[in-house]
Structures are given as structure tokens and as C-alpha cells.
């Protein structure tokens, strides 16, 4: 390894702890052409960034972000913030020459996005790069996927079939969190799931969502203002104040891709019994692939050319040397974790980072999905109609 | 047993063979009041339908479905042929004092099914009696999920999804059947296979769904003409002419239910590697259960009463002494299959014959059916814009 | 079809009533060369055997088993009762010119066993054949699986791993029934269910089990003599009397086979939650296959030729029309069930009649697992010692 | 954190980078009381070790495990090595006063074994720790599982199914490697894997095994002694040399516990299509769990009390705060890795080091898995007979 890439976290809640195992894990278990080192950890309250620092292994800690940006020794600045905030720390980070990591959704609305990715644009003739933390690309299984399209194996693509389920505001005494708050989120289930689901069934097909008809739905429309957090959700405060919960509980579309397959897409938080069901299912002509998170080390493949009597999905343990990023990790059949994804992400970025092509995906890249999220919103805004996609 | 129930079945193809099983069938493993005999076998080819009544083991056949209507010693008129014939026999039918069970969809439009709908209501004052053939209701799976929502398992509903998939025309290459002609089949999938799914989703929740967002496409719009069958699908004669399919190939839409739940349905033909998937996911809040057909007798079932480190989709074996209909048939975990549907559909059938109240669907309750597709088809005309079901 | 085949079921509880489905059924979806008749219902209880053969159809009984025998118009004797009869009546009957459908285990012993084969041997030199009802081999993914061994798709076994797993005795006070007495069963969970597995093993690998090494034991040694029956189970009359339990709740068995391969056998009724878990893995040195009755219509298949990066197991949908048995019902992916093994048994039978080779497998095939279950008992009482089956 | 905790890890192979990884990570998801730091990698090759050492973060290296064991600075010396050099480093390391991680089985004999332990017992009245490497206590879901015996949800225990299936010899032609050499390994797969499940077993059950009757198999009895790793197994170099395999490719064996329940264990490294599937089911008189390592976080498990009408397996997703090891990661749904088993040991390893108490397992407590492992070899070359363990 050459010389160190310096890294500022700024956020150490659920994804900054992610990331910061990620730099850290990295290059133990894969060989990259940069040493990464986490410099500094931002948060806005001073006592608890400390504490998160030292849990962490951080040395040096900051209560603004603008320390990150402004700093001449940080190289890369990795945003794992609310979407709120995303655009104003991205933009600045960029125009000091900082290369940007920021977590998904890529903004609150086109309008940020675009200027983040305008911004993203002139960072790359600099040599910087952007990338966006849409971590399921780098699930082994869901890069199976992918590489099955590009190899032909599916063949003609017709169905899209995206699930995105969790269950932890079922309970609709569940405490009300930023997440629930447009102002803060964007969106509810929509931007913080569906936008997995919309990135990772573009890229796997290799096709755009050209339009959408969608409904947006809110099941518990007040909850209580406090209470104490458990996992994404916990049990909220019944007898103190309840406040408005002012995003989506729940997203459903249609959907039509460039290719000619048709999309069917669901995010919500309020499917009892589904922890973490991040669903992806393909039919083509020649093959199909069926994926979900909650046993994210296989990947359902059906091969229409296989003789008649032997068809059917074959479960493949996604741990076998020759899948992606597996070889770096255990023997065949030792599956690897949801943390283990950003170790992917990291190492990827690190590999980037002088590649004159980057990354992907990279601010523009990221930009198309929140396209698709606000086709989505302004198709439930007008009854449902078909809504195109405007790019 | 008293008097013997005699009974008319029209049409001895897939459905006609699956009806003649269970009228056999039924009273040797049901108590029924009434003893069934099946006395005559109505096909349009002679020749064929005198080998189909041989191997079926009927006595007499007919070629022309009047003379089932006018013989005074037949109680019941079984209809298994294409949508586009079921309203003249079901009303000639009716009109001749016999109970008549039709195959679904009721009809291949929603004014054909209004006709039959009030026929039947008329027909209901002499206490004659109609059923629709929605034999997925007999899945003892399904009737225990619905037993379930009846005992308040599941609580407040707020997810259906609903997927019908199959795979039989995945191949561009099969040849143009009458299932692909929407004069004789009136839709698609949409009519065959996603009926299915809305009159299941309304029998289990109880709800009705008030309107769609709907996407209707053909992804191969001609097909050979001719070509050897093989199960619903088989390998046209490529050589030869191509006709043009004039139905859906696949269907999707988005749905509102009557209490507040959000519904999730697609059907197709299309899904490579899914035969028979035939599934149903209720989420509310309190419990949730989902069923597949491919493994039809076995329910899943999550229940949000268990205490927290215990909770988890059961997986219940369906078969049990407790369970709708299994009581009649082997020990535990024996399963059953999908012929065996079609007798519980009969044994219930016979049971309602002398009973005031009928069976359960009625041509009423079918029309309901009738209506959503309708909304369906009117939605996604109208650029998918959520439409209501007219009522 | 030419003349009639006239039959005689011997007993009429749950294999009686199978059995008889399946004459009836059989002729209606397979092409058989002679029509089948149940002439005659067999039953020691006159007004019990009365009220079966009028539920199940058929118009004469007899309460003595020697009338089947006798009567000259009978071409088959079908016996279904326990085990401590076959001899006897199997005997009789071949003696009396008569193809004989013998439940499974053959015998309660050896001795039997040898004494039935040995009149089969004559008998069928005569033209007069035999039949065990080891009905799970018409299972089409059990006969999948053999076809794909006889194709070389499993290469060189190595293992064999065969569970039959029921719970039905998991209660302490179920009651204490026939299948619990030695005299009459022979014996417990190896006998009932240990002996399905044996056969399906050395059928399905085309290996004879050269040796075991055995364990039998015994958890609930005494049960009330009274109760009330619910499937196999039921609940017993706790306050009444208990009797002794003279056979094995459970067996386990390591085994060696004629072709190298090593097998582990274990069956039980005291497998709580798994409620008739009939369970085959193979592995080979090409290939793997692995079934499970619980859901009996698939078949899971590993094909070592696949290319490294999408191997997998396959989850086949043994549904399809070039699957064993599966074209001569429903369209693919519509599923069979428990009771439609017997038809295809039937099925077998009928075609085998009038063939010179005759059916498998025979007395003398089914004498072979008697000669197995042999071995596994004197094992166990000889400290699980490696015994050879005797030959 | 007082004081730091300085280890040795010995070995830099597949187990030394799993154990490196752990005890960088452990501190910054747990609470931990002591701060570890790996401050010596040693291994026998000095070049190798270097690039290991570097790859892994670690300064300094030695080539030969005294150094470890001599340096007054290291605190615990952490065995990753072959089988044949535990014991000598485990004593002289807990002679110098060092706790002591070891990786599994303890040795290749019981002797070895009980020296070992015999030392440990010295040593731990001077408050020097002992611990054995049986990971697969940490996976949440086995851990879940040993609470729920503790807390009586079982019942009685009556059936212990145990299976560790891999298939990574199943090719004739992989080289030959020191897992392969009884001088080296021990033994096969019986030790390799077999002893995970023998130590899941007792420990989950909380029952020792008395005594077995096993059979253990090599099928391919020479392979090439060179050829390209990769995984576990590789391609030999088949145009070479061939040398002896000379420790079993498979391991089966029937048991008994001290409670009344029976064993049936397998393990294999030739079940072709099974990369990693370590399983463990346990069926008692109340309930039922199982787990299957291919889907590490899940856990079956079946509740005897539940209302019969929905009893059934469910699927715990045990990745919720109330689970074992989960609180620590990520919210529920999001599943853990292969890698981070060995987090949760290095926790529980520096989490004992102050307590008077210990972690288990101490040698002790794998001085009896060793025994179990001699009773086994012992049946196999008495013929199978039934074996107690020695204790």
C-alpha cells in the first residue's frame, strides 16, 4: 500500500457504526491499493460522539461537519447522516476536493439531487469521486444476479418483482422517530426501502424505469413523541403527547422498464413477521433469479435451459470462490453478515478511488433513483396515473 | 342417503375431468345428504366425448348442452367450458329449475354476469341454487386463514399481496390457444388465473377491494396456430401461420380494500420457474399468514402475541383432524392435492343443496369478482388511474 | 378394456380405505388394460364393515376372509390389515389361484416372510402374482429420483440418509393401540415406518444394505388401554387402565451398502412437530437428491456437472408430464397428493397382471426388507453389534 | 477499559485470520473490560507470516510459538494450529501463566486431551483461564436454542439429530492435504466437524453422552499429493503422486444420553451439493428446535403448547435485541456472518478473564467431547458395538 486515504465519518448512529467497521475491516481481508484510516468522527452532540468515538476506535472527534470539509488532511468524507442533510455537507466536501461516500437516499428531492450530482459532474473533471451507500449492489448473491443478466442467462427480461418488507411499526405505539418525518426523511418506507429496491432492479436488469403508477399509504398517522428506541423501532410513550407522522407507511407500484419488463414494487414497514424481507425476483425468458435478505448468502436460480425433467430454482449457497467478493472471505458455506456489506462497499470505494472511471454507483448514478422516487410521489399525488419518469 | 342428486357436466377437458373425480369422489369420504351421480357428459365432438365418458366413467353423453337442460331427471348443471358460454347455459339452466355449478370467472364480461347474477337471484326465490367454481376456497390452507381472520388472529388487516404465477407461455413459441383468444376467453390472465387471486383475497380478509391501479401487457402478441398441447402450454408449429394473442399475457395493479387494507396483485404466465405459484400474504396488525400453492398443504402463520424471542412464521402442516376438510382424509401430514379440491368443492356443494342459505360463492358473490376485473381492465385503459369498482 | 379384474380388500380402515379410492380411481386417469371392481369388503365387525362398504361403495361384505378366498370370481385379494394376518391369508389365497396386494411390512418376521415369498415363487410360475404395498415408491419424486440413479445422474453413491419422522406418540398418555402391541404390529416405528425407508433406500440406489449396526428404544412403556382416537394418535383414558408397550417407539441404525455406500436410517414417532416427515438424501459422486413427504410433490436434485458458480440444489416441481406418473393428471405445478400414490399403485398392479416379469416389487423384493428389518433387531440386541443381513 | 488484554495468536491460516479479525472487532460492538491487542502473529514460515501479519494489522511476528509463550507482555496465547501441536503449546503457555484460547478438537487423543487438562485444572487455581474453540456456541440461533431447553420449553428430551455435511472432498482428485493426515489432524471429518456437533449437542441439550455405536468410512484412500488449494478443497494434481489418505471421509454413529435421549450423528465431507450445512434438531416432549448453519439466523422451533390448529415449526429470524449476541449489531433482520461467531467468542473469552468463574468451554468441558470422540473411534473398530464413554 502506498499512502494512507484519510477518512471523516460524519454520523455514528445504526450507519455510521456500519461504516466504521467497514473502513476498519477492509483491508484485513481484501488487497487494496490505498490504506484507509478514519481521522475523524462528526456528531452534533459533543458528550455522545466522544463515547461513540471511543467505542469505535476514532481518535479525533468534531460537533460540525464543516471541520470535516474544511480540514486539509481528510480525503474522503463519508456521509451517514439524515437525507436533509446530505446535499449541503456533499456540495461542500466537493468543492474543498474531498472524494464523498453518502448514504442513500442521495437527497430529499430531485431538485437536491441534481444539484449534487451538477456538483458531482465537475468534482469528477477534478479527479474526485462520488459515490452513493446503496450497499445491497454489494450482496454476493444480488452481484450473482447481476452478473447472470450481463452474461445472458435470463434472457429477454419480463417481470420485476421487488418486495421490500419490514415490520417494526406494526405497532402503532411505536415511538415517532425522524425517519417519520418528512422533513428530515423526505419520505417514509418509500425513500428509506423502496429506494433499495428501485436501485438494485435497475442495476441488476441493467434497465430504467421508464414509468410508474403508484399509492402511498399511512396506516398510524400520530404516535407518540417519545419513547425508548428499540432496533428502528421500540415502544413509544402511550400517555405522553402524540405527534404527526408525515411520510408514507407504506409504497406499491407498477412499473414499466426501458427493456419492455414490467415492475411490481412494495415497500413497507408494516408487514408483520417480515424483519428485513428485501425481495428481488426476475423472470426472462431464459432464466429467472429470486433473492431475499433474510437469507442473504443464497440466490434462487431457474435455468429454462436445463433439460425438462430436471427444472427447477436451484438454491446456490453465494459462498463459493468463484462468486463476487466471497473469495476474499471463509470457505464455501460460511455465509457472510449484513456488516460484511459495507466491508464490500469500502473496498470497492478504496479500489475507485484512482480509477479514472470511479465508482458505481456515483452521484449521477444515485440521482436516477430519486427520479424514480418522485415519478412514484407524483404518481400517488394524481390517482395513480401512469407517471413517466422524467430524466 | 336419500335421493340421489343427478348431475350434468358440460365440457370433459382439464376441468371437466377435475369435476367427474370429485362428483365420484365425494360421498366416499364425506357424509353428504345426498348421494351424487353423474348421468350425463355433454361435449360438442361426439367421438371425443364418447372416449372422454368410456374413460370417465359416464354412461350417457350428449352433444348438444340443451339436452342437459331440458331432461326433467337431471338436479344439477356442472359447467366446465370457456367463459364465453357460461351465461346461455347457466340461465337456460336456471330457468329449468336446476342448481348449476360454473367454473370461474362467472362470465367473460361483467354485463354477462350481471344477467346470470339476477338469474340466480330469481332462481334462489325456488330454491335453486348457484355456485362458481372458485376451487381454490376448498385449499384447506386457505380456509384455515380464513378461519383465522374470522377469529380476529390477524387483527386490523393492512397488507394483501397477492401473486398468481405461472410459466406456460414463456416460450414465444407455444401455440395460440383458445386461452389466448378474448372472445372465447375474455382475458388473460388476468380472467384465468387473477380471479383466482381477487376472489381469494376478498374471502379471506372478508373485505372488498374499492378500487385499482391496474397495468395490463402482452409480452408475445402472435403465436403459431397450431402446435402440440402439453398441459396448458406445449411447442407450436413454427413453420406454420401465427395468429395474434388478444388477451393479457400478465397483469398488475395495486388495490384499495374496503377496510383500509393496501392490496399488491400481479398474474402472469410469464414467471419462468413458477408453475402453479398461486400465493397469498395477509399482513395485519396482530398476526399474518401466506400461502403458496406449490406447497398447498402448508400454511405460514406469524403470530404478534407470541412473546418477542419466540416470534416467527409457523409453518403449519394443514393437515391436522382441527383443519377445514382434513378430518375426512388420511392421518396428519398425508397430504392432499389438488384433484382432492375439487371434492371438497362438491361435498360443499351437496351440503348446501337443501340448505335455505346456499353455498358459498354464489353467482352474486362471483359477480363481484366480475366487477374488479372490470375495474381492471377499465384502470388500465385509462393510463392505470385508480379506478373504482362499480357496485 | 377387456375383461374386469375383480377384487377383494381385506380390511377397511385407514389402508382399506386408501386402497379403495384408488381401484375406483385408478381406471378414470390411466389407461389400463383391465377394468377394476372392488366385488367384495372384508371386515371382522359385520355392521362396522357394513357402514365402510356402503360409505366406500361397495355392495357385498363378508366377515371371514376365507369368503375371498374361496369365492371364484375373485382375481385379487387386496389385504390391508395388521401385519400378524398376512401370512395366513396371503398364503390362502395364492394357494387359491389369486394375485395378492399385500400391505407393508411383508410379515412380522423372517420366518414369514420366507414362508410368503416361497409361495409366491410358486404361484407365480403358475402365472399368479404378488404385490407389497410399499406405496411410497409411487411417489413421483421418489421415482424421479431412482430414474435419475439409473441415468448415472447421481454417479458413485456414497450416502444414504433416511428419516421417517412422526409424532403422533409425543403424548405420554396417547392410547395404546394395535401398532403398539409386538404380537400384533411386529413391531413399533421400524416395522410401520423404518421399513418404508429401507425400501425406498434400496430401491431408489439399486444397493442392497449389506449390514446395520442398531438401536431400538422404547420412551412411554406402558399407555392407557382406553381412549379416544384421532388419526393415529389420539387421547388416552389417563384415569383407566395402562398396558405395556411390546415395541420400539423409536430405531436408529447405521448401515453399509452392496455398493459402498453408508447409510443412517432413523425412524420415530416421537418426533414432535415433524407429523409424517418421510425424508431420503442421497449423495453421490456426480450428483445429490434429497426428499421430503412433507412436500411430496417436489424433489430436491444437485448436479455436480453444473458450473461451479450456479450450482445449487434444484427444487423440481415433479409435476410435470415428463416426471413418472404426473402426465396422467393435472397441468404442471398443480400438485398430488397422499392418496393418489395409491392410484398409481393400482396402476401398477393392473398393468402388471397380465405381464410376465409382473410388478415391483414383489413378495420375494419385500421379503428382502423383512430379512433387513431382521438384522436391525438382532443389531440392537446384541449392543448395536455389526450384523449382516442374512441372505 | 483498564488495562489491555496483549494475545498471541498462533497460526495465520483460515483460523488465524478468523480469530485476528475477532479480537479487532470485538471492543467496538461489545462492552468489553478489558481492550485486547494482538501484539504477536507467529507462524513457522518467516516470509509468509510477515505478509500475514501485515495484511491482518499486526506489528510484530515470530516464527516460533515459544517466543509467545516466553514474552512476560503477552496476557492470553490464542492456538490456531493442526491438531498435533495443541497440547505442547497450551502447556507450556499455561505453565508461563498465559490464558489460553485453543482451537478445536482439544488434541488428537484423549490423553493428550486429559494432560491438557489436567494442566488447565492447575492453572485455573491461579486464576489462568482455559478456552476451546467450539464456535458454533456463538451462533445466536444454537445459543437461543440452549435457552430454550434451560428454560424447559423442550420438555424431556427424547431425540438428537445431528448432521455436519460438507462436500468439499467429493472430488477423488483433491489434493491431499494435512486435514487428511492422521498424524497431523487426528482424525477426519469425525474430529474436524463431527466434534461441533458433538459439543452443540451436549451443550444445547445440557446432557453428556454415555456411550455410541459408530462406523467410520473413507471412501477415497489416495489422492495427489500436490495440486492448487482452493477453500477447504482444490484439484489435486492428478498426473503426481498419490499418497494415503489416512483418517476417515465420514463419520456416523447412533447415541445415548444421560437423560433418556437418543443420537443420531453424522458427519461427512463428501454430501455432495452441502457446502456447510451443520444441523442440529432436538425433538422433546414439549417442543422441537432445529437449525441448519446454511441459514445461520434462523432457528425452527416448535411449541407442543400451542393451540393445535396452529402448531407448527416457526421461523425465528434470531436477529432480535431479545436474542443472544444480537443486541450488539444490527436491527433485527439484519443477519450476522460466519466471521462474527468468533467476535462473540473473543467477547466471551475477555469477559471471563476476571471472572472466577471462567467461560465455557474449558478444556475441561473439551476434554469430554475428546472422549466422545474416542468412544466413537473405539465402536468403529469393535465392530460397532455399542461403546460408553470413558469419563
Known amino acids: 500500500m502506498s499512502q ?42 459533543e458528550a455522545r460522539t466522544r463515547a461513540a468515538a471511543e467505542k469505535l476506535g476514532v481518535e479525533e472527534i468534531a460537533t460540525d461537519w464543516r471541520d470535516a470539509v474544511t480540514r486539509e488532511d481528510i480525503d474522503v468524507v463519508d456521509i451517514c ?5 446530505h446535499a449541503v455537507i456533499a456540495e461542500a466536501a466537493l468543492a474543498a476536493g474531498k472524494h464523498v461516500l453518502c448514504e442513500k437516499p442521495l437527497a430529499n428531492s430531485v431538485q437536491e439531487a441534481e444539484s449534487m450530482a451538477a456538483a458531482a459532474a465537475q468534482a469528477a473533471e477534478r479527479g ?6 446503496f450497499s445491497y449492489r454489494r450482496t454476493p448473491a444480488l452481484a450473482l444476479a447481476r452478473r447472470f443478466v450481463e452474461e445472458g442467462r435470463l434472457g429477454e427480461i419480463r417481470h420485476v418483482r421487488a418486495q421490500y418488507l419490514q415490520d417494526w411499526l ?16 423526505g419520505s417514509g418506507a418509500l425513500g428509506d426501502i423502496g429506494a ?9 436488469t441493467g434497465q430504467q424505469i421508464d414509468g410508474v403508477s403508484a399509492l402511498l399509504h399511512t396506516f398510524v398517522t400520530s404516535r407518540p413523541v417519545s419513547g425508548s428506541a ?26 414499466r422498464f426501458s427493456g419492455g419488463a414490467v ?20 423472470n426472462g425468458s431464459r432464466g429467472s433469479v429470486a433473492f431475499d435478505f433474510e437469507r442473504m448468502n443464497q440466490l434462487e436460480y431457474f435455468d429454462g435451459d436445463d433439460p425438462q425433467q430436471t427444472q427447477g430454482f436451484r438454491t446456490i449457497q453465494v459462498t463459493d470462490a468463484v462468486h463476487p467478493y466471497t473469495d476474499h472471505w471463509w470457505p464455501v458455506g460460511h455465509g457472510l453478515g449484513y456488516g460484511d456489506l459495507f466491508v464490500h462497499q469500502v473496498a470497492d470505494v478504496l479500489t475507485a478511488l484512482d480509477a479514472p472511471e470511479g465508482a458505481r454507483p456515483d452521484f449521477g448514478e444515485s440521482l436516477d433513483v430519486q427520479r424514480v422516487l418522485d415519478a412514484v410521489e407524483r404518481s400517488a399525488e394524481d390517482s395513480s396515473r401512469y407517471t413517466s419518469v422524467t430524466r
Open 263 to 282: 415492475g411490481v414494487f412494495e415497500a413497507t414497514r408494516f408487514a408483520l413477521g417480515r424483519r428485513n424481507a428485501n425481495r428481488l425476483e426476475i
Open 128 to 133: 474526485v469521486h462520488t459515490f452513493c451507500g
Open 4 to 45: 494512507p486515504v484519510r477518512i471523516a465519518v460524519i454520523g455514528h448512529a445504526f450507519m455510521g457504526a456500519a461504516h466504521l467497521h467497514a473502513w476498519r475491516t477492509a483491508p484485513r481481508f481484501f488487497d487494496l491499493p490505498r490504506r484507509p484510516e478514519v481521522a475523524l468522527l462528526v456528531g452534533r452532540d
Open 170 to 185: 406494526s405497532d402503532a405505539d411505536a415511538p415517532l422517530t425522524w425517519r417519520l418525518d418528512k422533513e428530515t426523511a
Open 196 to 204: 433499495h429496491s428501485i436501485d438494485a432492479a435497475q442495476w441488476v
Open 81 to 85: 447522516t439524515p437525507g436533509d442533510t
Open 230 to 255: 428499540e432496533g428502528l423501532g421500540g415502544a413509544g410513550d402511550v400517555t405522553g403527547e402524540r405527534g404527526p407522522v408525515t411520510v408514507d407507511d407504506a409504497a406499491a407500484f407498477t412499473a
